[in-house]
């Protein structure tokens, strides 16, 4: 049984027991969250396809940590104007263990 979940702006396919980051949710280590934005479930052949969202359907998680990714350098450059920027970029993100899968 797998479902194809929406949070953050992006979509993960997430089946129980499987561990994924997603953009940073505010909640502490250890608690148990419900997200409740399910676009499909399927359980072999029965497949529900929601309009956008299911009606009634969750998966709970169980959140792992919360951490920040490895860091992206951006570099403005234009020549033969003396222009060089450097930035760089850390995204947060929480690590989320799934529990449950409910059709509604």
């Known amino acids: 049984m797998y479902a ?6 992006k979509q993960y396919r ?9 953009e940073k949710i ?3 280590e250890g608690a148990s ?4 934005k399910v676009l499909m ?3 072999g052949d029965d497949v529900k396809v929601g309009a956008p969202y299911i009606e009634g ?3 709970t998680a169980t959140v792992k940590s919360h951490g920040r990714g490895k ?3 951006i570099i403005k450059f234009k020549r033969r104007k003396h222009h060089l920027k450097r930035q760089g970029h850390r995204q947060a993100y929480t690590e989320l263990e799934i529990t449950g899968i409910s059709a509604g």
């Open 14 to 22: 997430v089946s129980e027991g499987t561990t994924l980051k997603v």
């Open 4 to 9: 194809v979940i929406q949070t953050g702006g």
């Open 57 to 59: 359907g969750k998966v």
């Open 41 to 43: 479930v399927a359980d």
């Open 33 to 36: 969250i419900e997200l409740d």
């Open 26 to 28: 505010i909640a502490d």
């Open 71 to 73: 860091k992206v350098r």
